[in-house]
Protein backbone atom coordinates (compact mmCIF):
# COMPACT_ATOMS: atom_id res chain seq x y z
CA UNK A 1 0.00 0.00 0.00
CA UNK A 2 1.35 3.74 -0.46
CA UNK A 3 2.18 5.50 1.94
CA UNK A 4 2.82 9.41 2.25
CA UNK A 5 6.14 10.43 2.94
CA UNK A 6 8.00 13.17 3.99
CA UNK A 7 11.41 14.99 3.37
CA UNK A 8 13.48 14.87 0.14
CA UNK A 9 16.91 16.50 -1.87
CA UNK A 10 15.60 18.17 -4.09
CA UNK A 11 16.12 20.29 -7.77
CA UNK A 12 13.79 22.62 -9.12
CA UNK A 13 11.66 22.06 -12.00
CA UNK A 14 8.48 23.35 -13.90
CA UNK A 15 6.19 21.34 -15.25
CA UNK A 16 2.62 22.65 -16.23
CA UNK A 17 -0.19 20.41 -15.09
CA UNK A 18 -3.98 20.44 -16.05
CA UNK A 19 -5.91 22.86 -13.57
CA UNK A 20 -8.86 20.24 -12.23
CA UNK A 21 -5.75 17.76 -11.13
CA UNK A 22 -3.80 19.97 -9.31
CA UNK A 23 -6.70 21.20 -7.63
CA UNK A 24 -7.41 17.12 -6.64
CA UNK A 25 -3.76 17.16 -5.71
CA UNK A 26 -3.50 20.70 -3.49
CA UNK A 27 -6.95 18.81 -1.66
CA UNK A 28 -5.03 15.53 -0.98
CA UNK A 29 -2.08 17.65 0.15
CA UNK A 30 -4.15 20.34 2.34
CA UNK A 31 -5.88 16.42 4.24
CA UNK A 32 -2.47 14.86 4.91
CA UNK A 33 -0.47 17.92 6.06
CA UNK A 34 1.65 18.08 2.63
CA UNK A 35 3.02 20.69 0.44
CA UNK A 36 1.86 19.97 -2.76
CA UNK A 37 5.22 19.33 -4.10
CA UNK A 38 5.69 16.54 -1.65
CA UNK A 39 2.51 15.16 -2.80
CA UNK A 40 3.45 14.85 -6.60
CA UNK A 41 6.78 13.33 -5.79
CA UNK A 42 5.36 10.49 -4.02
CA UNK A 43 2.51 10.21 -6.38
CA UNK A 44 5.41 10.15 -9.38
CA UNK A 45 7.53 7.87 -7.61
CA UNK A 46 4.81 5.46 -7.10
CA UNK A 47 4.01 5.71 -10.65
CA UNK A 48 7.57 5.24 -12.22
CA UNK A 49 7.70 2.20 -9.76
CA UNK A 50 4.94 0.56 -10.51
CA UNK A 51 4.38 0.68 -13.97
CA UNK A 52 4.01 -1.89 -16.45
CA UNK A 53 6.92 -2.77 -18.12
CA UNK A 54 5.15 -4.40 -21.23
CA UNK A 55 3.93 -0.45 -22.08
CA UNK A 56 7.50 0.48 -22.42
CA UNK A 57 7.86 -2.56 -25.26
CA UNK A 58 5.36 -1.26 -27.42
CA UNK A 59 6.62 1.97 -28.13
Known sequence: MWKIRKGYNTVNKS??????LTEKL??????NN???NQLVIQCL???I??????TENDK
Open 15 to 20: FRLPEE
Open 34 to 36: LSL
Open 45 to 47: DYA
Open 26 to 31: EKLAAL
Open 49 to 54: NNLDND
